[in-house]
């Protein structure tokens, strides 16, 4: 991808995100932008790649948009968003791993509470309606699947940091404060 293109594509994603990122991240204290804003920084903090990092930011980018292909709930949202968000970065020219990243963090949802019953626990309301929308705990086979995934040690660090990104009271870097970070990606 040429800089060109590569920045004509940063640009759509962040206007993407300024311009529906602002509503409410159901039933949670911040809104969508907050949320994916806050996600990022999780994981800039606890060390992670910058295709990582980036994943975190655009996880919940399948939220954004409505098409036809989403299957949306007013309560929660796009709950198919985790493949419509990887489809439609892959179409922009995001790598592989991070559409897989973005792909697999509503797995990683399923595959905890299936294996640490601790987990639902600690999820927010809103967390667990989706939950149930997205087909609840995974059962064993697809469990031992997902485990199998070659990525799943980032889904899993991905998921906990989307729980975390919830907090009305932090103050950290902003959306265009990854431009830099997204023009490299797109231009590797």
């Keep these: 991808m040429t800089n060109d293109q590569a ?3 940063a640009t759509e994603v962040m206007e993407l995100l300024r311009r529906t990122g602002g509503e409410q991240y159901f039933g949670e204290a911040v809104s969508k932008l907050e949320h994916a804003e806050q996600c990022a920084w999780q994981a800039r903090q606890a060390g992670a790649d ?3 990092t980036l994943a975190s930011l655009l996880h919940d ?3 954004l948009f409505d098409a036809e292909q989403t299957v949306r709930d007013e309560r929660v949202g796009v709950v198919n968003h985790d493949e419509m968000g990887a489809q439609w970065l892959l179409e922009r020219g995001f790598s592989q ?3 897989s ?3 697999g963090h509503v797995g990683a949802k399923r595959y905890l509470t299936a294996t640490n019953p601790a987990y ?3 999820l927010s309301p809103a967390s667990v309606e989706t939950l149930r929308l997205q087909g609840g705990p995974m059962s064993p086979d697809e469990a031992a699947r997902f485990a199998a995934t070659p990525e799943v040690r980032d889904m899993l660090r991905l998921r906990a940091w989307d729980e975390l990104a919830k907090d009305p009271n932090w103050n950290g870097p902003r959306l ?3 431009r830099e970070m997204m023009l490299r990606h797109l231009t590797r």
């Design 7 to 9: 920045a004509a594509v």
């Design 50 to 52: 910058e295709e990582l």
């Design 61 to 63: 980018i399948g939220h």
């Design 97 to 99: 791993r991070l559409a």
């Design 101 to 103: 990243l973005v792909g």
């Design 120 to 122: 639902l626990n600690q």
């Design 176 to 178: 265009e404060d990854y």
